[in-house]
Each structure stands twice: as C-alpha cells, then as structure tokens.
C-alpha cells in the first residue's frame, strides 16, 4: 500500500507545477494584449513632424579625420584622412595597426550617403565605439572614440 506522506507529496508537486504553468501563460498572454495595444495607440496616434536631425545621425562635410589618441607604432594627435572610407587592421589596409589584439582586416569606416559609418569586419576581438562593442554598422559623430585592442582614435571633421 502507498504512503499517505507520499500520495501528498505528488499531488503537491503536480499543484505546484500547474500553477507555474498557468502563471507563464497569463504573463505570455498579458504581454500579447501589452504589445497588441501599444500597436493600436500608436496607429492612432497622429504622427508629430520631426526635426530633421531627429535621428542623431551627423551629416559629414568633405572631410573626416581619424586622430590617433594612443596606438602601438603611431604619434599620438596623427591624423587620418578618411572622408573616402578606410579599412583598419594589420594587415594590407589603408590604416595598418601594429596592435597584436587587431585582427589583418579588423574595421572599416566608410561614407553612406552623408554620414560615415563604423563597421566591424568579424575580428576575433570586437571594435569599440565610445567604450561599446558594436555589433553591426554604427554611424559616427565628431568626438567618438574607436579602440581596437590597445588602438585609440577619435573621430573628427
């Protein structure tokens, strides 16, 4: 015959379990109804006009510098010209690093449209921007630091 205690303990545990179960399915759903209803009032809502550097994003004149704040093997306050876009790295590149944390072909900054853009080129250590390590392209304003293993530049036009 079954213990008592033990007969308990599982109906117990199934009890518990349910309730787990229907709490995940009442937060999923209350964050559907959430999502569905944020959705609805923005649709309503009439649309504000924006300024037009509403985005942040900094249009760059002709030129566009890269300052070198500290780098193995470069004279900290050199500049870089790279309104045409570069390519930063160890290897055949325009800006060549002499940082073993650098990957042969590391970053890439070049022009889209009127801003330039900062993109990591799958190197084994990241590219940072303003201390952040980027995941895709990110476009750069005046005074953005870049660090690339011991590497710093900041971003000027």
């Given at each position: 015959?079954?213990?008592?205690?033990?007969?308990?303990?599982?109906?117990?545990?199934?009890?518990?379990?349910?309730?787990?179960?229907?709490?995940?399915?009442?937060?999923?759903?209350?964050?559907?109804?959430?999502?569905?209803?944020?959705?609805?009032?923005?649709?309503?809502?009439?649309?504000?006009?924006?300024?037009?550097?509403?985005t942040g994003?900094?249009?760059?004149?002709?030129?566009?510098?890269?300052?070198?704040?500290?780098?193995?093997?470069?004279?900290?306050?050199?500049?870089?010209?790279?309104?045409?876009?570069?390519?930063?790295?160890?290897?055949?590149?325009?800006?060549?690093?002499?940082?073993?944390?650098?990957?042969?072909?590391?970053?890439?900054?070049?022009?889209?449209?009127?801003?330039?853009?900062?993109?990591d080129l799958?190197?084994?250590?990241?590219?940072?921007?303003?201390?952040?390590?980027?995941?895709?392209?990110?476009?750069?304003?005046?005074?953005?630091?870049?660090?690339?293993?011991?590497?710093?530049?900041?971003?000027?036009?």
């Amino acid at each position: 015959m079954l213990d008592p205690v033990s007969v308990a303990l599982k109906f117990g545990f199934l009890a518990v379990l349910y309730l787990f179960l229907l709490w995940v399915v009442r937060s999923a759903l209350k964050d559907l109804r959430r999502g569905a209803s944020a959705e609805a009032v923005a649709a309503r809502a009439p649309l504000e006009p924006q300024a037009p550097d509403a985005t942040g994003i900094h249009r760059v004149g002709e030129h566009a510098f890269l300052v070198v704040e500290s780098a193995p093997g470069h004279q900290p306050g050199s500049r870089y010209e790279i309104s045409g876009g570069a390519t930063i790295g160890r290897g055949d590149v325009e800006i060549v690093l002499e940082d073993p944390f650098a990957s042969a072909r590391h970053a890439r900054v070049e022009r889209q449209g009127g801003v330039m853009v900062l993109e990591d080129l799958g190197s084994t250590n990241g590219t940072y921007l303003n201390d952040e390590l980027i995941s895709g392209p990110q476009p750069l304003h005046p005074g953005d630091r870049i660090r690339i293993g011991d590497s710093l530049f900041t971003f000027m036009t």
